[in-house]
């Protein structure tokens, strides 16, 4: 996911294979978790239907959807170093 977002063309306008390959990790995603995030697709009527297959999407979109995935899993599964202990921590005890 990461790797789509970091590789995504620097234009206003992203090819819609970006976005068939985002849905293609969505629906892994889905069947791993048992998830559903159909909020995070982006919707067929974004995209722009041109000549020979050059169908486009807005970046903006594209990126607001990616990060919205990637900031839900983020914080949904945090990694080990980002967990936040929360609470009370009792100091170790000595082995004696």
């Not at 982006?42 to 000549?51: L, M, Q, R, S, V």
């Not at 900031?71 to 599964?77: A, M, N, Q």
Request: proline fraction near 7%; charged fraction near 30%; include cysteine.
């Amino acid at each position: 996911m990461k790797g789509i977002k970091e590789h995504a063309p620097n234009k206003e306008e992203i090819p819609a294979f970006y976005v068939e390959e985002y849905h293609t990790i969505i629906d892994s995603l889905e069947k791993e978790t048992s998830l559903s995030l159909s909020e995070f697709r982006i919707p067929w009527n974004e995209i722009t239907f041109g000549f020979s297959s050059h169908n486009t999407c807005p970046k903006g979109i594209f990126m607001s959807k990616v990060d919205a995935l990637l900031s839900y899993f983020e914080l949904t599964y945090p990694s080990e170093e980002e967990k936040t202990e929360i609470g009370f921590k009792p100091p170790k005890k000595e082995k004696k």
